[in-house]
């Protein structure tokens, strides 16, 4: 059998190695992360989701306290429709995160910002298009459309001098959603250079109902292929979820993939942002803890650790310092969930809310632990140590694990 090794990935002029990481947000997949993907020659991910905190939490900022210096006045109001970021500062931090990280790039791959449409910041269409034309002035190699059909999004860009010269692609889970994105991005004249087809084991946010078990991910992936061989489309396929072995990327390279896009088994790495206690509890997770909700706001399933402490806590909206998911409006289901709890629980100090939950605070916070279906394997990837707590892994290991092994063969650390 094959191994990953002996593929790789051709966009444009440059080479890869086919191993793409997920940008997982926030500031999951961090800098160093991203930073090691592109020394070994793959892809890696940044994410620009909450952008201003992780810039505040990187290089000392203020962004976070200035706006909610501004609006302070208004936290007790469950009216949030005054809330707005100041774009000037969003782009300020969206250029420090990307452009620091794109100075201390060294080898031959690339780097890429993962960008959520679903983070609509009471301003959909200004905030993307201003978090997206920063990543482009901070230098990044390429954006990938996240979380949305993005059937707007290349048009926001158009006018920028490297919208031909970045690399832009899509995650999509369908081939329909692929189809709707190329038929109203055909005026601006550009193909995506890479599609991510994400399937129902991927991590975090779903693009599949709760009726998710129904989907595969290699079925859906040879629909699209075939659908791009028959209309003569040359865009490179990349499959994501649930790819947890070097053996599981190289059959899909086989079949026709261009790379693979993982992320699950690098959360355990040192280079991760999540904080270490917290890499120890998805070490210790059962098949049994891994869970699909609806918990969050922006509409879309979600997959994570059900002993979350973001599940069931009732913490009063603070969308005056973040308010990352308020819509065109102001709203966010979470605010409605919250305001029916407070109203049903008179007098009681600290309600719970088990539909929803306040997603900015606690992946603020990583206290919602969106993980992979096969998260439960992480233990397989590692040692226990004498005190019971399990080693954790290097981002360059966990890559080139993935780049040369066969089989279902997993390396353990030394």
């Avoid at 009216?79 to 790039?105: C, N, P, W, Y």
């Avoid at 402490?309 to 605010?335: H, K, Q, T, V």
């Amino acid at each position: 059998m094959k191994r990953v090794d002996d593929f790789r990935l051709r966009l444009g002029s440059r080479e890869l190695v086919p191993i793409v990481i997920g940008g997982m947000g926030v500031d999951i997949s961090t800098a160093e992360l991203a930073l090691e993907a592109a020394r070994l020659g793959g892809i890696g991910h940044i994410s620009d989701a909450m952008v201003n905190t992780v810039a505040d939490r990187r290089f000392n900022a203020k962004f976070v306290k200035d706006k909610l210096r501004q609006y302070k006045f208004n936290v007790a109001n469950p009216d949030k429709s005054i809330v707005r970021f100041d774009l000037g500062q969003l782009a300020e931090a969206t250029q420090m995160h990307i452009g620091r990280t794109m100075e201390a790039k060294r080898g031959e791959g690339l780097i890429f910002v993962n960008c959520m449409e679903k983070l609509t910041m009471n301003a959909p269409r200004e905030t993307l298009r201003v978090r997206m034309a920063a990543a482009l002035d901070a230098g990044i190699d390429g954006i990938t459309l996240a979380a949305g059909l993005h059937l707007g999004s290349f048009a926001l860009i158009e006018d920028h001098p490297r919208f031909r010269d970045a690399k832009l692609g899509i995650i999509v889970s369908s081939l329909r959603a692929l189809q709707l994105f190329l038929r109203k991005t055909a005026r601006c004249n550009r193909l995506p250079d890479y599609v991510i087809v994400e399937g129902p084991l991927a991590g975090g946010h779903l693009g599949f109902g709760m009726d998710w078990k129904d989907y595969d991910l290699a079925t859906i992936f040879a629909e699209i292929h075939r659908h791009l061989q028959a209309e003569g489309l040359n865009i490179p396929l990349i499959p994501a979820g649930g790819i947890f072995t070097g053996g599981d990327a190289a059959r899909l390279l086989e079949l026709g993939a261009a790379a693979v896009q993982v992320a699950t088994r690098f959360t355990v790495s040192r280079e991760c942002g999540l904080p270490e206690d917290v890499k120890q509890r998805y070490f210790e997770a059962t098949e049994e803890q891994i869970e699909v909700n609806q918990i969050s706001p922006t509409g879309y399933p979600m997959r994570m650790l059900s002993s979350s402490p973001a599940i069931g806590d009732g913490i009063r909206p603070n969308c005056e310092a973040y308010g990352y998911l308020l819509d065109s409006s102001g709203n966010c289901s979470y605010i409605t969930a919250y305001n029916r709890e407070v109203a049903a629980n008179p007098g009681v100090r600290k309600i719970s809310v088990r539909d929803k939950t306040c997603l900015c605070t606690q992946m603020r916070n990583f206290d919602c632990w969106t993980c992979g279906h096969y998260a439960y394997r992480l233990k397989e990837t590692s040692r226990k140590l004498p005190d019971g707590t399990y080693q954790l892994l290097s981002a360059e290991h966990i890559f080139r694990d993935y780049q040369f092994s066969s089989d279902e063969r997993i390396a353990l650390p030394e």
